[in-house]
């Protein structure tokens, strides 16, 4: 059974920066794609980044390249997202997300993380 933990979340100010994690078990992931998404209040949840397991390729929503960075430690089953210069339009819940290379929707979810970005 695939577990997903988010941590890392919290208030902080614009401009400041935040590093969830997400600690996957349950399974081998070399196969698994990895994603962040987040959802802000009244909106619908939207992709942020991932990244496969297997080769570490990345992909970003438009909204957070640049600023945000999808990562992974294979030794801990840990993928991280860096978050740099937030803005209060980061401000959401953020939620880690696993899949299968091969299917296209995201099958596994966390719990989810606030983050609070304060101008």
């Known amino acids: 059974q695939v577990q997903l933990v988010e941590s890392g979340g919290g208030l902080v100010q614009a401009g400041g920066s935040l590093r969830l994690s997400c600690a996957a078990s349950?399974?081998?992931?070399?196969?698994?794609?990895m994603g962040w998404f987040r959802q802000a209040p009244g909106k619908e949840r939207e992709f942020v980044a991932s990244?496969?397991?297997?080769?570490?390729?990345?992909s970003y929503a438009d909204s957070v390249k640049g600023r945000f960075t999808i990562s992974r430690d294979n030794a801990k089953n840990t993928v991280y997202l860096q978050m740099n210069s937030l803005k209060p339009e980061d401000t959401a819940v953020y939620y880690c997300?696993?899949?299968?290379?091969?299917?296209?929707?995201?099958?596994?979810w966390g719990q989810g993380t606030q983050v609070t970005v304060s101008s």
């Open positions: 997300a696993a899949k299968l290379i091969i299917t296209v929707r995201y099958g596994y």
């Open positions: 349950g399974r081998t992931f070399s196969s698994y794609a």
């Open positions: 990244i496969k397991w297997s080769d570490g390729t990345t």
